[in-house]
């Protein structure tokens, strides 16, 4: 459509678009984003919706690696709102990986070693040493594990808007600068986007309460209880 003239801006996904629009002759323009990525997990799906499956991810990949393949330029994150939005956290410099108690959560977990695929979207940023580092990580944990590299538009359509996926890398970000347009899109029962496949009535209903709520200092304070009800469940 962007070629026909149809449409008139068009997003960048990957580097590899960005060098052919621009060897085309169009003229591209960056613009920094406040993001959170994340290691999406099918919480309808096992082993990932068993909570202490989800435990032994969290304590078993270490946050500070995965940091340094992107030289240090990045910081761990506090919250699922980025920094900066009402509600969020300001990053943080410590990891919660400990590998004796991520072993400990997976021994006690329902996982019995089936194969799980962990996608990445082509593309992104030093993609190979990011393969090679899921890969490790879990292999050390214990956890028998696939990482597979594909095509975003792919993936989004075949696993990810049918719900068919274990688990997949991304980054969430908005299109308006609010609570609001991250955590009803992503962790909304039943939203197209919803990430993680994550259902949960209890949720729901904050999220409507902080998006109706006129009072910023009420708002802060459900988006904080939204925050821990979210890390609580890994």
């Given at each position: 459509?962007?070629?026909?003239?149809?449409?008139?801006?068009?997003?960048?996904?990957?580097?590899?678009?960005?060098?052919?629009?621009s060897?085309?002759?169009?003229?591209?323009?960056?613009?920094?984003?406040?993001?959170?990525?994340?290691?999406?997990?099918?919480?309808?799906?096992?082993?990932?919706n068993?909570?202490k499956?989800?435990?032994?991810?969290?304590?078993?990949?270490?946050?500070?690696?995965?940091?340094?393949l992107?030289?240090n330029?990045?910081?761990?994150?506090?919250?699922?709102?980025?920094?900066?939005?009402?509600?969020?956290?300001?990053?943080?410099?410590?990891?919660?990986?400990?590998?004796?108690?991520?072993?400990?959560?997976?021994?006690?977990?329902?996982?019995?070693?089936k194969?799980?695929?962990?996608?990445?979207?082509k593309?992104?940023y030093?993609?190979?040493?990011?393969?090679?580092?899921?890969?490790?990580?879990?292999?050390n944990?214990?956890?028998?594990a696939?990482?597979?590299?594909?095509?975003?538009?792919?993936l989004?359509?075949?696993?990810?808007?049918?719900k068919?996926?274990?688990?997949?890398?991304?980054y969430?970000?908005?299109?308006y600068?609010?609570?609001?347009?991250?955590?009803?899109?992503?962790?909304?029962?039943?939203?197209?986007?919803?990430i993680?496949n994550?259902?949960?009535?209890?949720?729901?209903?904050?999220?409507?309460q902080g998006?109706?709520?006129i009072?910023?200092?009420?708002?802060?304070?459900?988006?904080?209880?939204?925050?821990?009800?979210l890390?609580?469940?890994?």
């Amino acid at each position: 459509l962007f070629l026909k003239g149809e449409i008139d801006i068009l997003p960048f996904f990957n580097a590899n678009e960005e060098r052919l629009f621009s060897k085309l002759g169009y003229r591209i323009k960056k613009q920094e984003q406040n993001t959170t990525w994340l290691l999406a997990l099918n919480n309808q799906k096992a082993p990932f919706n068993d909570m202490k499956f989800r435990k032994a991810l969290l304590y078993g990949i270490d946050q500070n690696k995965y940091i340094e393949l992107f030289g240090n330029k990045n910081a761990i994150a506090n919250s699922y709102l980025p920094y900066g939005i009402i509600g969020s956290l300001p990053p943080t410099i410590n990891s919660r990986y400990d590998l004796k108690l991520a072993k400990k959560y997976l021994n006690l977990s329902s996982y019995r070693g089936k194969k799980i695929i962990i996608e990445l979207p082509k593309g992104i940023y030093n993609i190979q040493f990011q393969k090679k580092y899921f890969e490790e990580q879990l292999s050390n944990l214990g956890i028998n594990a696939e990482v597979r590299i594909q095509e975003f538009t792919t993936l989004w359509a075949n696993q990810i808007v049918t719900k068919n996926f274990d688990a997949y890398l991304l980054y969430i970000v908005s299109s308006y600068p609010d609570p609001d347009g991250f955590l009803d899109a992503y962790f909304r029962s039943n939203r197209v986007f919803n990430i993680s496949n994550y259902q949960n009535n209890v949720m729901d209903q904050l999220i409507i309460q902080g998006r109706e709520s006129i009072s910023n200092l009420e708002r802060v304070k459900i988006y904080r209880n939204i925050e821990s009800k979210l890390k609580n469940e890994a």
